[in-house]
Nanobody, 128 residues
């Protein structure tokens, strides 16, 4: 059974940092692009970042570019999202998922319907 589990969220002050982890079981990350997404209640889920299978190419939303860094450890079946200089507007539930149609991220925002195995999410709250 394939399962993606997000962790690492929490409450942090503006300007602080968090590192989210996305651990996959029953699934080999090696061949797929993995995306991070976030959602605020009442709003549509938005793409945050994407990591290609070889980590060769990545995507970042303009709102997080320069502050967030995505990385992966295929041997551990885990993808990370390092979030620095956090802002209150980064508050959301963060999800990871696998793109079953592509091994490389697109240059534009990830197409969400291409993604599967969504986890339960991890809450990130940025507040003083």
């Amino acid at each position: 059974q394939v399962q993606f589990v997000e962790s690492g969220g929490g409450l942090v002050q503006p300007g602080g940092s968090l590192r989210l982890s996305c651990a996959a079981s029953g699934f080999a990350l090696d061949y797929y692009a993995i995306g991070w997404f976030r959602q605020v209640p009442g709003k549509e889920r938005e793409a945050v970042s994407c990591s290609s299978h070889s980590d060769a190419s990545t995507y970042y939303a303009d709102s997080v570019k320069g502050r967030f860094t995505i990385s992966r450890d295929n041997a551990k079946s885990t993808v990370y999202l390092q979030m620095d200089s956090l802002k209150p507007e980064d508050t959301a539930v963060y999800y990871c998922a696998a793109n079953l149609m592509r091994s490389r991220c697109q240059t534009g925002p990830p197409v969400q319907h291409e993604y599967a195995y969504w986890g339960q999410g991890t809450q990130v709250t940025v507040s003083s």
